[in-house]
Each structure stands twice: as C-alpha cells, then as structure tokens.
C-alpha cells in the first residue's frame, strides 16, 4: 500500500503498520481469519470520515456539488486491498466486455473508439442512430446492499469472500469533516464508498444485472457490428446507449432502468441526461424531444473526457484546440515562477504529457503537423522563459544517457499511441467490441483484419 496518504478516524497511518509490521500482523491475520468465519469489525473500525471535495466549474453553495471522499482506517484499507486485488483477476469473466471501467486490460479508449467507430458505421450504411448518455445520479452513494449482496452471490461468489464484504458493510458510521470540523457520527445503510479500493470493483459488478438485462431485451434494438450487436457502452456508471429505432427502444430502455432502479437504488437523473443525433431525421428529432425530458446537445457530447461529434472532421478542433489552449494558459501562468531548468522539464512530463496523451489513445483521428508545431513552440518558451533557446528541442528528447534530458516528443507519442492497435488487431477476439464495429465499417472483403479509422 502507498506511503502518504491520509488516515482514518483512528489516525494510524499506512506507515504505522509498516514499522511495527512484525508485532502487528500476526493479530491482523487472526482478525481476517475471524471475520471470514462470519463474526464482524468493531464499530470503531468501520468508522469513516468524510471530507468533501467541491466538482470544479459549479455552485458550491449547492451540497451535492461536492464529492466526498471517505477516509477509511488503514486496517480496514488493507482488508480492502486484499480482496481487491483477489477479485480483480476473476472480473473479466464476471463482467461483459461492454463494461471496461475497472476490470483488468480494458481502458477507457476502448469505450471511446468504439463509439466513434459506431458513429462511423452509422453514417457509412445510413442507419438512423442517435446517442444517450444516461446520467447515475449519486452511482455510488445510492448502491443497495441487499441488492449488491444477492448479485455477488448469484455470480457464485464464495462464503468466506462474502463474510469479508458483509464485514465491511456491518454497522458502518461517518463524520463529515468541514473546515477542520467533524459533524456527529451517523450510520450509514447504503453505498459504496469512495475510497475503499475494493468499491469500484463492487460498483461494476452491482450494475451488470442491468446491463445484462439491456442486452438480452429484443425490444432494446441494437447496432449490428460484424459479428455482434452493440447496444450500450459503460465506463463505471458512465452509460452510452446506441439508439437505433427510438420509437421501439426508448419505452424499452425506460422501463429497464425503472424496474432495475426499484430494487437496486439505481437513478438515472434526466436533468442530466443528454441526446445526441447521428442520422435520426428531423421529425424523429422532434417527435423524440417532445415525449422524453433529456437535454439535446446540438453539436457534441461529452463521454469520458473527451467531445463525441457526428461529424468527425469537428472533432480534432472540438478536443484538441481547447485542450491546446488550456495547456497554453497553464503554461503562461507558470513561466515566470521559480522552477528550475529541470522542474520546468518535469512540469512537462507529469502535467502537459499525461493530458494530451489520453486524446491521442481516446480519438484515433488525423492530427494536423501545424498542432505539433504549435505545442513544440509553446513548450520551447515555458523552457527557455526570459532568454532564446541554448539546445536544440531535439536535443532535449533525447535519453540523458545520450545528453539530453528525456523531454516528451508529442509526434512520436502519437504515432505510438496509434501503432499500439496492431497488437489489437492480432489479437482480434469477442472481447474487442470497438474492432467488431470496425470490421463491419471495413466492409465483408476485409478479412480478419478491420479497417483503421482515421477521419
């Protein structure tokens, strides 16, 4: 476990236990034994307090514009982590490959190129389609344990892997921590708390029922790939639907979630929810926006951080461009600040690379030479602020075995991110959901291989 990190309610941190490891373990191991044999934590243990983080961007006299974060005990974060990592391996064949937040080997670009391929396809066979994002409001707050419970079971989770979850979720109690101050103890009978190492792993497990129940509804008419049918999308509690024939599908979709959310806690939030249309006609258009109370978004949506867009010659200057401007502004606020040659180098590898390469692996599309020349004049100047250049950039990209200093070559980075999906193509299997879809768009001559989309 990681050094570092704030402790719970108790106030023994991680590095605690790693110093007194010897004497403590032997009692820790007697206590996880004890609770896989059904008895439960000490309330103190199951404690929790809760600091709230405020969303960027919104009105924070509003209390459900903050996040909160549950600060749990170590001991309890190690029982966590054990059962994480334990679960982990067995995801992948609990969870269809529709869902990719949490499970091992699946990334959130596999969601997002999956639906710039459905889009694609779409458009190329004129299939009236259009999108919806459905909103979870307070996903994990709102996680039914009974409901949780009876999931995990029917997934042929074990007694002894079951007594630990109950363990964790017996008698807990929270204290919300604001300016310094803890407000009083109070019980908490459903969530899944954010924080705990084990709750994701729990939360996509949770939701497949639903999921599940999508894809086996014949009224939830989905997109035909090359040998699938693609209906929803999911990163976490993050879902896209692929609406292919609104007027079948949407009463469908709507009751679906009705009747999952009746039993499990599950609420879709409509204020939230958004339209966006592919190649519905305007009066499908119309007829939608009147019977179902989504927002309708007029050029793009926003899924998993980047902006999806019908017309895919947008979506460089929909993503790029204000990501590339943003970058400038950071940059040009911190120019003038005491950094070091080699701080302003690690401000480029830790804060400007990690940004601009998730769009590089989310959207596979062609990016214009003159961006990467505009971001190789921008960094120049964050490097060299008050003088002109002393070394070459191509110097600086060099390792520091060779004399440079390892600075990020965003055009190799790209193309990098782009050569990565032959290892995908070769290993073509029912698990790529976005390379179905893009076989389909490549045609029925294209053999095992799809074709690569590059708008």
Known sequence: ?????????????????????????????????????????????????????????????????????????SDLK??????????????????????????????????????????????HQHIPVMLLSADADKAFDRVAWPFLFATLCRMGIGDGFMNWVRALYTRPTARVKVNGALSEPFHIT?????????????????????????????????????????????????????????????????EELQSYGDISGFTVNA?????????????????????????????????????????????????????????????????????????RINVIKMNVLPRILYLFQALPILIPEAFFRSIRSTLTRFIWPTKGARLQYRTLNLPKASGGLVLPNFTWYYYAAHLTRILDWMSFGLEDRGLDLEAAVAGPHSGHCPGYLIA
């Open 271 to 343: 204020d939230k929810s958004e339209f966006l249309n592919v190649t519905l006609s305007t009066t499908q258009i119309l007829t939608i926006r009147t019977l179902y109370p989504f927002r309708w978004c007029s050029q793009k949506m926003r899924y998993l951080g980047i902006w999806l867009t019908a017309d895919s010659s947008m979506l460089f200057a929909a993503n790029f461009l204000p990501l590339f401007n943003t970058v400038q502004e950071d940059l040009t606020k911190w120019k003038m600040k005491t950094l070091s040659w080699i701080g």
């Open 190 to 254: 459903n969530d899944t708390r954010q924080g705990c190492p084990l709750s994701p792993l729990l939360f996509v497990l949770y939701l497949e029922p639903l999921l599940n129940s999508i894809r086996s509804n014949e009224e939830v008419v989905g997109l035909l790939g090359r040998k699938n049918t693609h209906k929803v999308s999911a990163y976490a509690d993050d879902l896209l639907f692929l609406v292919t024939q609104p007027s079948r599908l949407l009463p469908a979709l709507t």
């Open 78 to 123: 190690m029982l966590s982590r054990v059962l994480a990592d334990r679960l982990k391996q067995f995801l992948p064949r609990l969870v269809h490959p529709d869902q990719v937040g949490f499970v091992p080997n699946r990334e959130a670009r596999d969601a997002t190129t999956r639906i710039l391929s459905a889009i694609r396809l779409a458009q």
């Open 1 to 73: 476990m990681k050094t570092g990190r704030s402790p719970g309610p108790d106030g023994l941190s991680i590095e605690y236990y790693k110093t007194f490891r010897s004497s403590l373990l032997p009692h820790l191991a007697s206590v996880f034994a004890s609770l896989q044999e059904g008895s439960s934590f000490h309330m103190a243990t199951t404690a929790a307090s809760i600091t709230i983080l405020p969303k960027p961007n919104r009105d924070h006299t509003l209390c459900a514009n903050y996040r909160p974060i549950s600060l749990l005990n």
